[in-house]
């Protein structure tokens, strides 16, 4: 089993910053893929963006493209989510999730953190 802990959100202006992390605990040595998936009241799930943890190459979903960066450190078992130039429409909640599996398929997830964004 694999536990997901994310942390870090809040509210925050438009224009602003904010870093979240998703620690993981358990049986990580399976993990091939995290990502981070967020959803918005009434709206679909959408995939923000993943990495893959052993070479640690990034994918994003061209809305945030440019403005969020997601990063690992391996010593703490932990990835990053960093927002830089936040939108209001950036506001949901957002879901760490680890994947075993090929193409990221998600296997487990996080509880969540709400990220606020005000204009």
């Known amino acids: 089993q694999v536990q997901l802990v994310e942390s870090g959100g809040g509210s925050v202006q438009a224009g602003g910053s904010r870093r979240l992390s998703c620690a993981r605990s358990?049986?990580?040595?399976?993990?091939?893929?995290i990502g981070w998936v967020r959803q918005a009241p009434g709206k679909e799930r959408e995939e923000v963006g993943s990495?893959?943890?052993?070479?640690?190459?990034?994918s994003y979903v061209d809305s945030v493209k440019g403005r969020f960066t997601i990063f690992q450190d391996d010593a703490k078992n932990t990835v990053y989510l960093q927002m830089d130039s936040l939108k209001p429409e950036d506001t949901a909640m957002y879901y760490c999730?680890?994947?075993?599996?090929?193409?990221?398929?998600?296997?487990?997830w996080g509880q969540g953190t709400q990220v606020t964004v005000s204009s």
């Open positions: 999730a680890a994947s075993t599996r090929l193409f990221c398929i998600p296997d487990y």
């Open positions: 358990g049986y990580t040595d399976s993990i091939t893929c």
């Open positions: 990495i893959h943890t052993g070479a640690g190459s990034t």
